[in-house]
């Protein structure tokens, strides 16, 4: 295990150890994906990465997106906005979880005195049509992490089993660095000339993006949007595989996902606004995941996925 | 004779699964083991967050040698048969033998099992085991295909005895079988051998790991008291929450940390709820306030601060949490304060059940029964109807939302928040009980006649579309809320007649059911006729006063055969009557617990006001008390004799014999002493019943007893003389008339 010296001093410092942490034990340190998720799994790197055969280990941030989680900026630790670090790593290694718990001493929290804990906590995302078994890890009571073995991804048994840590930067950073309210976190070293604090960075941002979602977005747009993406995925997939224009098998599982992705934004964003109700939602959660559904399928259906001609 | 021990190490199991696999794992190996034909002394099974540990001693060695001879076909039986024969036993034509059987020569085969050695039977036991243990979800994980709670990481099995440990070669899924294990994940160092169970237990404990969940539990609770105890404080005791936390660590330290003052002025029942869902701490009180002042949390480790660091976390999680928890009770405060009417508002858009409409729609139903209910429980109609109203406006609440658990309890903070009468507040709460059968029934009048409404409601809609318990499956509680009813009626001996209201409420669902289809006149029938029934409490009567009152008007009023309205008329009846029926073995079910015989009850069944459970209690109890005494049983028998003479006579005869013993016909004394007996007894009976005391009216029962003895010691009832023979038959309807007057004695058994 790799013991780094002293306390974090910042939010970046945190998540600069990570990705040291991470890529030392041999993850592909991958960057964040260009649009707008609700979490981490999202990032193609794990939702279509787990499935097919291929080992595969990538550690990256993803920015996460939760419309209605919004506050203005003004509740201490929830946010419309926040980073999420995931590693996917398949097959899982049978030390995932002493490597794990190295991560946690490599962000400074020293296994003599905290508690530990891996308490059962299922995850499951029916807009995905995933599901796996682990932990939610407790550090002196406080969720640290989620702890997964992915067994489903899109309809498909996952085999091998892709082993998946999510953590919630802000909430680890702040318990870290004893911060109690988010926005007064130190975002760059507070010793620094130009210091600046979370709030510096992304206050101004939760207040604009909270009245947006809640608000002023367009609903019929957004709806627009969704079916658009919606068709446009269908469109993507029922291209046949192989290219006239090159001659080659091109299998566009990711563009099709892209769209997957949107429509699952675009609901998030009518969720936020209010205007789906109770029977609706499980309707467009199970239009999402039937796009997710396909997505996997394609994925399947390339070299990534394991697929040979 | 070895031991035999087996640990299955993997990463954390679930709390919640540990005691269910301990159980299977000791039935599943201990009966594999059986049934391969080895014996053994005793087992046990042990937990932790990371092992299940089993221990058997006094196994037998090896399995026994078995012979068993097999009769095959006949020597001369066509060739199929005898291969057929081979092939069932595994064995040769030459290991066959020739004997001579009644009917000719005939195969025999003698198949010898031979016994195998322990180490053999148990990797074959224990790997069928593992490959088909029943968790309640399971995982593959890396490459494999083996299925476990949580990855597996290794298997310890050994056989030991005076001359040392052997480990039982086996290896499943790459896991190769050793004598080996790990400590603690902290707090242990490196993996170490065993030898036996107890020095596998002793060096774990070395290892800082506490193997029994028992002995976690009882140090747990042990230091928690004492740590309580020592400031003038008690631990709010939770047995569930106890297990859950014993199953979360290896190495329970306790610690003890405070509250922030700000959170004092929280119910106590969110602190504890709050305290218990999201942190799994145990609640402290002070037993004088009854408030909730420290939390004591069980950590997994020792440390060199003396668990400082990890109090600290803990309490700034709580503090984090119980500020979530003050935020929204000070929002539903506010709503309270305000009447509640955007959550009554909300909960008509929220969904009850699919076929059964919106919360609201349902809370609209519950009220009108409850003030239909009200007088007979002896509460305000007014009061009853509010109460109803409100008792399920928390639902829409904030907390609620977050806690499902605390509902009704924060219902009765926000009505008593919002000024409403103090039985009003009482109800939110009380309404939903009894929870179990061992909660208490509301007591209250106001929450009685909300609760029995709320629950009658449910029953009548889920029987109204057809949605009734079947076998093991009571998805909506439906037995729980008919024993509820019962428990209450009859422990404040209320007196309810039960197809009334069932019959009401069953129209009002169908009202619900048939507003978007029926024509304006439909739902106006139904309407009537739930006031009709409210009214004369009989559905068929109700029909007719309905028709009638349409039949005056403009035009005549016909039901016409396959219409709804006719179905209505055949079907209402029906479902009533299975409802009932249901009460009935509801009913029947919880006296048995208490000691009442089921023929007991059926004799009670059969009388008339079989719907006024209270009465159908203490007729029943009375008969039961009866029946155990030997006037009881003695009459009983006079009865069954006189029942079967008559009945015997009246089948021979052709006729009734009903009317008309003269005692001037009598001719015996013990004769007359019957007849001046019934006609006694008849007085005392007829006026105990009607002030329906039951206890009395068996008493004047048991009088008979000795003059029906005395009678037929010295009477013959078929005399040639048929004036006689026919008095005296009549004098037998007599006391078959008095006593199924008490209740239907021809149902008793015996």
Request: net charge negative; with cysteine.
């Amino acid at each position: 295990m790799t013991k780094t010296d002293g306390k974090p001093r910042s939010f970046q410092e945190i998540i600069l150890r990570l990705q040291t942490y991470w890529a030392s034990k041999g993850c592909a340190i991958l960057q964040p994906y260009d649009m707008e998720v609700g979490a981490g799994t999202f990032h193609p790197a794990t939702t279509l990465r787990a499935l097919g055969t291929k080992a595969w280990a990538a550690a990256y941030v993803q920015p996460s997106r939760r419309p209605t989680d919004g506050r203005y900026g003004e509740n201490p630790n929830r946010l419309q906005h926040y980073y999420q670090y995931q590693v996917v790593i398949k097959p899982s290694p049978p030390d995932l979880q002493d490597l794990y718990l190295g991560s946690l001493e490599a962000i400074g929290i020293d296994m003599d005195l905290h508690d530990i804990r891996f308490v059962e906590d299922d995850w499951e995302s029916p807009t995905l049509g995933a599901w796996g078994l682990g932990w939610e890890v407790w550090c002196d009571g406080m969720e640290v992490s989620q702890f997964t073995y992915f067994q489903q991804v899109g309809g498909h048994d996952c085999k091998p089993v892709s082993g998946e840590l999510t953590y919630g930067l802000e909430r680890l950073a702040m318990y870290v660095l004893g911060v109690d309210h988010v926005m007064d976190m130190p975002y760059n070293d507070p010793q620094t000339p130009i210091a600046l604090t979370y709030g510096d960075v992304f206050r101004q941002t939760e207040q604009e993006y909270s009245r947006w979602n809640f608000d002023v977005v367009d609903t019929d747009t957004l709806l627009t949007h969704f079916e658009d993406a919606e068709k446009e995925c269908a469109r993507i997939l029922a291209a046949p595989a192989d290219d006239p224009k090159i001659g080659k098998r091109i299998v566009m599982a990711h563009p099709a996902y892209d769209q997957c992705i949107k429509a699952s934004h675009m609901f998030n964003l009518l969720d936020a606004r209010g205007v789906i109700s109770v029977t609706e939602r499980q309707a467009y959660i199970g239009r999402v995941r039937a796009l997710a559904k396909a997505c996997a399928d394609a994925f399947v259906e390339t070299e990534a996925g394991g697929w040979q001609a | 004779m070895p031991d035999l021990l087996i640990e299955l190490f993997s990463e954390e199991i679930p709390a919640r699964m540990q005691a269910r696999a301990c159980d299977d794992l000791k039935k599943r190996v201990t009966d594999g083991l059986v049934e391969a034909g080895l014996t053994y002394a005793s087992a046990a099974a042990f937990s932790t967050p990371r092992r299940l540990a089993l221990t058997v001693e006094g196994l037998t060695g090896e399995s026994p040698t078995v012979r068993e001879e097999r009769k095959g076909p006949r020597t001369d039986a066509p060739e199929k048969a005898l291969q057929g024969f081979l092939r069932a036993t595994g064995l040769t034509q030459d290991q066959l033998e020739k004997r001579d059987d009644k009917k000719g020569q005939v195969w025999f085969a003698t198949i010898e099992k031979t016994g195998r050695p322990a180490p053999v039977i148990v990797a074959e036991v224990l790997e069928d085991v593992i490959r088909n243990f029943p968790w309640p979800k399971s995982m593959r994980w890396g490459s494999g295909t083996l299925r476990w709670v949580r990855p597996l990481h290794s298997i310890l099995c050994i056989l030991s005895d005076e001359s040392g440990a052997q480990v039982v070669p086996m290896t499943i899924d790459g896991i190769t079988a050793g004598d080996s294990t790990e400590g603690h994940r902290f707090m242990g160092s490196q993996r170490f051998s065993v030898s036996s169970f107890d020095d596998y237990t002793a060096k774990l404990k070395k290892a800082c790991v506490m193997l029994d969940p028992a002995e976690r539990a009882d140090h747990i609770w042990h230091d928690a008291t004492n740590m309580a105890f020592a400031q003038g404080l008690e631990v709010v005791e939770d047995k569930g929450l106890l297990a859950e936390v014993a199953g979360l660590v290896e190495w329970p330290v306790v610690l003890m940390g405070q509250i922030g003052k700000d959170f004092l002025e929280l119910p106590p029942e969110v602190l504890q709820t709050s305290m218990k869902e999201h942190q799994k701490f145990f609640s402290v009180r002070d037993p004088k306030s009854g408030q909730i002042v420290r939390f004591v949390t069980v950590a997994n480790r020792e440390t060199a601060d003396n668990g400082a660091t990890i109090l600290a976390g803990n309490e700034k999680v709580l503090s984090a949490r119980l500020s979530d928890a003050r935020f929204f009770w000070e929002n539903d405060l506010r709503e309270a304060k305000a009447g509640m009417g955007t959550w009554l508002d909300k909960l008509d858009n929220v969904t009850f059940h699919n076929q059964l409409g919106t919360q609201g729609a349902r809370i609209a139903r519950i009220a009108k029964l409850a003030r239909e209910i009200a007088p007979q429980a002896g509460a305000d109609p007014d009061l009853a109807e509010q109460a109803a109203k409100f008792a399920k406006a928390d639902l829409a609440s904030e907390m609620v939302y977050e806690f499902p658990e605390l509902q009704g309890i924060m219902g009765r903070y926000y009505c008593a928040a919002a000024g409403m009468d103090p039985a009003v507040a009482e109800a939110a709460q009380m309404h939903y009980k009894p929870l179990g059968p061992s909660d208490d029934f509301p007591l209250n009048p106001v929450s009685v006649a909300v609760s029995l409404a709320d629950k009658l409601d449910t029953l009548t809609g889920f029987w109204e579309i057809d949605e009734k318990p079947t076998g093991s499956k009571d998805p909506y509680a439906l037995r729980r809320a008919a024993l509820g009813i019962i428990r209450t009626v009859t422990g404040h001996n209320l007196r309810v007649g039960l197809e009334r209201l069932i019959d009401m409420q069953l129209l009002e669902h169908t009202i619900a059911l048939s507003l978007d289809t029926a024509e304006e006149r439909e739902v106006y029938f139904l309407e009537e006729m739930v006031d009709e029934i409210a009214k004369f409490g009989v559905f068929g009567a109700a029909f007719h006063a309905v028709t009638d009152k349409l039949a005056g008007k403009d035009e005549p009023f016909e039901v016409e055969e396959g219409t709804w309205l006719a179905r209505l008329r055949a079907s209402l009846p029906e479902k009533s009557d299975d409802l009932l029926a249901f009460f009935h073995d509801r009913l029947k079910v919880h006296l048995r617990d208490e000691g009442i015989r089921h023929d007991v009850i059926d004799a009670c069944l059969a009388m008339p006001g079989n719907d006024d459970l209270s009465l159908l209690v203490r007729r029943a109890e009375a008969l039961s008390a009866f029946l155990k005494t030997d006037e009881g049983e003695n009459l009983l028998q006079g009865f069954k004799r006189a029942n079967n003479i008559l009945t015997k006579e009246e089948e021979k005869d052709g006729v009734e014999y009903r009317y008309g013993a003269d005692v001037k016909f009598a001719e015996e004394d013990s004769e007359k002493a019957l007849f001046s007996a019934l006609d006694d007894a008849e007085t005392v009976i007829a006026q105990a019943m009607k002030a329906e005391d039951f206890g009395v009216a068996m008493g004047a029962m048991s009088a008979l007893r000795a003059p029906i003895d005395g009678f037929f010691e010295a009477v013959q009832v078929n005399t040639d003389n048929q004036i006689v023979r026919r008095n005296r038959l009549n004098l037998l309807h007599r006391i078959r008339e008095t006593c199924l007057g008490v209740a239907d004695l021809t149902q008793i058994e015996g």
